[in-house]
């Protein structure tokens, strides 16, 4: 068992992953993406998932996102084991204690901007109140207060991915999960997407863990997991 410890010590954990494997079968194939992971994600941190191809960075943040199941090993999410949801309660934490980024921004086309970040609020039947007044302090937050009625297909990707940190933001969650989330930018245009991750980071206390395979993009985070085959490499 490999076991890996982000930095900041002192802080409770916010995700704890322990002993965790998954296997893939393809018809005659067998994958296992996940060989018994175990690492810990203090609060407040942003943390790196990194390793080559197939290493199992995309598997690890879907098990953490609870979008899919490990076949054994625990989860815990702001202290609280996964295995124990029903799946309403796993609906429910999935959208209101985590924000999710994607590689390809993941917008609804035929929604403005406004629209995409709004959208969770509404699916959660939030209360409206203050409600526009949130989306468009968001939207100011990453720069875009004036491109709020603006489908995705009228942004620039650097944009279309703003609009999505600050949908992921909208619920407030505690942690944000990130795919990725630079793969589609120019190094700049990466880069001020951790630049802004950061800054959320500071102000709300957001945990952000993202993937990449840049290492400028690396270089920011506060700590890094590094996978290999699987597992955590030493
Ligand atoms: N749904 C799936 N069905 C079958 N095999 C899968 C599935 N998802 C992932 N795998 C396999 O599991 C292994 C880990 O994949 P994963 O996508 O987690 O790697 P990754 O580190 O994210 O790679 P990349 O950097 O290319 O995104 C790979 O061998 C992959 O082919
Ligand atoms: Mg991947």
Known sequence: MNTSTADSPGLPPVVTVSSVHKRYRLGERVVDALRGVSLTIPAGTICAIVGPSGSGKSTLLNVIGLLDTPDSGTIRL???DVASLNPT???RVRRTRLGFIF???NLIPVLSAFENVELPLRVGQSAKAGRREWVMSLLDAVGLADHWSHRPGQLSGGQQQRVAIARALVNRPGIVLADEPTANLDS???HSILELMHRFNRELGTTFVFSTHDPAVEEMA???VRLHD?????
């Open 89 to 91: 309660e796993a609906a």
């Open 230 to 234: 699987g597992v955590v490499a030493a």
């Open 222 to 224: 506060r700590s890094v």
């Open 103 to 105: 590689q390809d921004f």
């Open 188 to 190: 700049a245009t990466g």
């Open 78 to 80: 702001e202290e609280r």
